[in-house]
């Protein structure tokens, strides 16, 4: 059974750091479109991130610049690098999974993902 497990988020102060962590259970990522979502209660669950399987990676426009997605195949690990962290960036972050091929310009729409972690929150205080 396919499994995500996100971990890492935390509180910070605008400005800070955090990197999250997307662990993958019974299967490997190497075959895998995955991203990073977040929401926060009240509105619609945000793509924030996309790490293709062909390396190539989206971003939405609010974090480019500011946060970095990667993965490591040999570890079946997704990653999240958030820098420059302001409080907007608010929410439970979630790492999300597909063995289809989106496009490009589809790879941050959640309809296009099949396999949800549980989330891991991220607070940022001003």
């Known amino acids: 059974q396919v499994q995500l497990a996100e971990s890492g988020g935390g509180s910070v102060q605008a400005g800070g750091s955090l990197r999250l962590s997307c662990v993958a259970f019974?299967?490997?990522?190497?075959?895998?479109?995955m991203a990073w979502f977040r929401q926060v209660p009240g509105k619609e669950r945000e793509g924030v991130a996309a790490?293709?399987?062909?390396?190539?990676?989206t971003y939405v426009d609010s974090v480019k610049g500011r946060f970095t997605i990667s993965r490591d195949n040999a570890k079946n690990t997704l990653y999240l690098q958030m820098n420059s962290l302001k409080p907007e960036d608010t929410g439970m972050y979630f790492c999300?999974?597909?063995?289809?091929?989106?496009?490009?310009?589809?790879?941050?729409?959640?309809?296009?993902?099949?396999?949800w972690g549980q989330g891991t929150q991220v607070t940022v205080s001003s």
């Open positions: 999300a999974a597909t063995s289809s091929s989106p496009e490009r310009s589809n790879r941050l729409q959640r309809s296009k993902y099949n396999r």
């Open positions: 019974g299967y490997s990522v190497i075959w895998y479109h």
């Open positions: 790490s293709a399987t062909d390396g190539d990676t």
